[in-house]
T-cell receptor, first 114, second 112 residues
Framework: GAGVSQTPSNKVTEKGKYVELRCDPISGHTALYWYRQSLGQGPEFLIYFQGTGAADDSGLPNDRFFAVRPEGSVSTLKIQRTERGDSAVYLC????????????FGEGSRLTVL | DAKTTQPPSMDCAEGRAANLPCNHSTISGNEYVYWYRQIHSQGPQYIIHGLKNNETNEMASLIITEDRKSSTLILPHATLRDTAVYYCIVRALEAAGNKLTFGGGTRVLVKP
């Protein structure tokens, strides 16, 4: 079956612009996660959804970052007024439930802010 | 979640076993040890996890010391495709949200 799908795979934008990154999780997976990975570092947790609600958004760096999952499936990570420091690979993962222990990751969306 | 310590890098020979160490000396009784790997330009991939017993699956074996303060991931016959960054993560399974906290991992290079 299909894995976690993320679009776009690459996004180049200018400082100050608005960006949306989309994640399509594995069908039936109720939990969805966003991570951010800078070059040479491990993934950094941003936000976790259980169903439609954000159960833990403690990793969002500031209020320029926001994520939604309105129907409990596809999620969109939104970044306002992008800064050069936002450049990273944004990874999405899903799991069958919050307690399975196994997250399935997509290949990520590489964001470059010029 | 307890912190983990891994060597930043290691090389191993193709066809030989690769033994990847991880120290988690502050692990709590309800915390599991998870291993993920990340091949270049891909998202992390789950490998295996365990609580206190040794575990084996089609990808690897996980050996956890009796005091649970360290563990070793064993790739029995390393191939070039096993070149990746390997992450050792400790978390409580019943913790809300199943959030994983990644460290720097070990960059493993399998050489022919």
């Amino acid at each position: 079956g299909a894995g976690v799908s993320q679009t776009p795979s690459n996004k180049v934008t200018e400082k100050g612009k608005y960006v949306e990154l989309r994640c399509d999780p594995i069908s039936g997976h109720t939990a969805l996660y966003w991570y951010r990975q800078s070059l040479g570092q491990g993934p950094e947790f941003l936000i976790y959804f259980q169903g439609t609600g954000a159960a833990d958004d403690s990793g969002l760096p500031n209020d320029r970052f926001f994520a939604v999952r309105p129907e409990g499936s596809v999620s969109t990570l939104k970044i306002q007024r992008t800064e050069r420091g936002d450049s990273a690979v944004y990874l999405c993962a899903s799991s069958l439930s919050p307690n399975t222990g196994e997250l399935f990751f997509g290949e990520g969306s590489r964001l470059t802010v010029l | 979640d307890a912190k983990t310590t891994q060597p930043p890098s290691m090389d191993c020979a193709e066809g030989r076993a690769a033994n990847l160490p991880c120290n988690h000396s502050t692990i709590s009784g309800n915390e599991y040890v998870y291993w993920y790997r990340q091949i270049h330009s891909q998202g992390p991939q789950y490998i295996i996890h365990g609580l206190k017993n040794n575990e084996t699956n089609e990808m690897a074996s996980l050996i956890i010391t009796e005091d649970r303060k360290s563990s070793t991931l064993i790739l029995p016959h390393a191939t070039l495709r096993d070149t990746a960054v390997y992450y050792c993560i400790v978390r409580a399974l019943e913790a809300a949200g199943n959030k994983l906290t990644f460290g720097g991992g070990t960059r493993v290079l399998v050489k022919p």
